[in-house]
C-alpha cells in the first residue's frame, strides 16, 4: 500500500500523460476556485438530486464532500486510506485511476439548484431571490433528463482522467444520499478567463471569450460576478450563480455556409476574431459604423451587437463553457456543441436580458438548439479546514 499519507504526487511512478501543467490550485479561500481559476482544458459537469429526506445526512454529506474536494485537488486520494492503502476487507476509499497522476489544475466547485429549497430540508426561507427559474425563452427545446438538478458539481482540470476521477469518487461517497441525474463531459474550453491564456476556439470554428470577463478585471468581477452583502442571504455573499445551457450545435449546415455568412452572423472575422469594423481580436467593435450600403457593419442580427453590454446596461457574463462531442447521432450528424455555462451576480440582470435579446434575434440561432438548462447558487469558499461547502446555508 501507499500509507495514509502518501499523495499521488509522491508515488513514483511517472505521470501517464502530457499536459502542460500538473500544479495544484489552492481549494481554500474566499470564493470558490473553478470560476476565476484560468480555464483548464477538460470539463466533468454533473448534476445530482438529493434522494435522502434528512437535513443532516444531507449536511453530513457536504462535509465529507468538502473533505474528499480538499484532498482531491491537491492530487491527492479521495480519502486517508487512499486506492490501495486501506484493508484488503474492504473497498478502497479511493478508486484509483488518477493514482500516479498529478493535481492537473483541478477545481470542485458546487451549486444549489433551485429545486433544495423545497420543503424537504428546511431550506424554503434561505432561497436567494436570484435563483429565480428561467422563463422559457423562445425556441428552447430542452428535455428535463438533462436539466435542473438538486445541487451541481463542476469539475475542470487539464487532464480528463483527474477530472472524471474526482466526480466518480464523490458520486461514490454520496451512495444512498444523491443519485446522479445527468453529466456532461467537455474539452476545448471556449473561454479565456485571464489575459495571459491565448483565446479558444468553439466548434463553429470561431475565437470565444475574446470580451469576456477576466480575473484581472477586478471591478468587474465585484459588480458582475460576486454577490455581495445585501444583494441577498448572507450565505451566498461571495458566492455566484452559475447558468448552465447546452447547446447543440447543426455543424453539417455551418459547414455549407459561406464564410462572409459566417462572419456576418457573429460580427467578427473567423481568423482574428476581430470586430468586422476593426483590425485586432481585442479592437472594440463599432456598433454605431456603417457601411456604403446605409447598414451597420456589425448588423443588427449578430451574435455580438446582440450580446454587447452596451444594450444591456451594462450587464455582463463571466463566461466559462466548454465545447462537447456525444459523437454521432443515428443519422450521422455529430452530437455536438456548446456546454455553456456563464456565472454572474444575478441571473434576473444578466443571463435572462441577454438570452432574450438572443433569442428573439440572434442569426445563430439557425444553427443552434437550446437543449438543457440550469441555474445554481454556489456559495463562497471554504476557508479552512473547519468550514464545509453550505455551512452557511445549514447552520
Ligand atoms: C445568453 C448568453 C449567451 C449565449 C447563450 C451565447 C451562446 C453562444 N455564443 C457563441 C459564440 C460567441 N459568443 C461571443 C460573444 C458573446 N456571447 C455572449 C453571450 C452568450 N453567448 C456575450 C455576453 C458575448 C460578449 C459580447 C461582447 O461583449 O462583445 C463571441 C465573440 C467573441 C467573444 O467575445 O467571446 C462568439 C464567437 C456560440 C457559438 C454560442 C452558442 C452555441
Ligand atoms: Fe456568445
Known amino acids: ?109 458546487i451549486g444549489f439548484g433551485s429545486s433544495l429549497f423545497d420543503k424537504r430540508f428546511g431550506l424554503a426561507d434561505r432561497r436567494p431571490a436570484a435563483l429565480a427559474d428561467l422563463p422559457a425563452f423562445p425556441g428552447d427545446e430542452l428535455s428535463p433528463d438533462i436539466s435542473g438538478g438538486d445541487i451541481c458539481m463542476q469539475a475542470c482540470a487539464h487532464d480528463p482522467q483527474v477530472a472524471v476521477h474526482a466526480i466518480r469518487n464523490l458520486a461514490r461517497i454520496g451512495f444512498g444520499r444523491v443519485s446522479v441525474r445527468y453529466s456532461q463531459l467537455g474539452f476545448g474550453r471556449t473561454s479565456s478567463t485571464s489575459r495571459a491564456q491565448t483565446t479558444p476556439r468553439n466548434l463553429l470554428g470561431f475565437k470565444d471569450g475574446t470580451a469576456n470577463i477576466k480575473l484581472e478585471d477586478t471591478s468587474m468581477l465585484r459588480d458582475y460576478v460576486w454577490a455581495a452583502p445585501g444583494d441577498g442571504p448572507a450565505w451566498m455573499d461571495g458566492g455566484s450563480y452559475l447558468v448552465t445551457r447546452k447547446i447543440r450545435m447543426h455543424v453539417e449546415t455551418w459547414d455549407r455556409t459561406s464564410l462572409g455568412e459566417q462572419e456576418t452572423i457573429f460580427g467578427r472575422d473567423k481568423g482574428k476574431g476581430a470586430p468586422l469594423t476593426g483590425h485586432a481580436e481585442f479592437d472594440e467593435p463599432d456598433l454605431a459604423k456603417t457601411g456604403p450600403d446605409g447598414q451597420p457593419v456589425i448588423p443588427a442580427d449578430s451574435h455580438v451587437r446582440l450580446a454587447h453590454p452596451s444594450l444591456h446596461g451594462g450587464a455582463r457574463l463571466l463566461r466559462r463553457g466548454y465545447n462537447y462531442v456525444d459523437g454521432s447521432d443515428g443519422l450521422g450528424r455529430l452530437d455536438a456543441g456548446l456546454f455553456f455555462m456563464a456565472y454572474q451576480r444575478d441571473p434576473r440582470k444578466q443571463f435572462v436580458p441577454i438570452q432574450t435579446e438572443l433569442a428573439a434575434k440572434d442569426k445563430l440561432n439557425e444553427y443552434i438548439q437550446h437543449i438543457s438548462s440550469g441555474v445554481f447558487a454556489c456559495p463562497p469558499g471554504v476557508t479552512d479546514a473547519g468550514d464545509y461547502w453550505g455551512r452557511a446555508l445549514f447552520s
Open 1 to 109: 500500500g501507499a500509507g495514509a499519507l502518501a499523495t499521488r504526487a509522491l508515488i513514483e511512478e511517472p505521470a501517464a500523460h502530457a499536459e502542460s501543467t500538473g500544479d495544484p490550485y489552492p481549494f481554500y479561500g474566499r470564493n470558490q476556485a473553478g470560476i476565476t481559476t484560468p480555464a483548464q482544458d477538460r470539463l466533468h459537469f454533473v448534476a445530482f438530486d438529493v434522494i435522502t429526506s434528512k437535513r443532516e445526512e444531507l449536511a453530513d454529506l457536504l462535509q465529507k464532500w468538502t473533505a474528499a474536494a480538499a484532498r482531491m485537488t491537491q492530487g491527492r486520494d479521495a480519502g486517508p486510506f487512499g486506492s490501495v492503502g486501506g484493508p484488503l476487507e474492504a473497498p478502497p476509499d479511493d478508486t484509483g485511476e488518477a493514482l500516479g497522476l498529478p493535481a492537473s489544475g483541478l477545481t470542485l466547485t
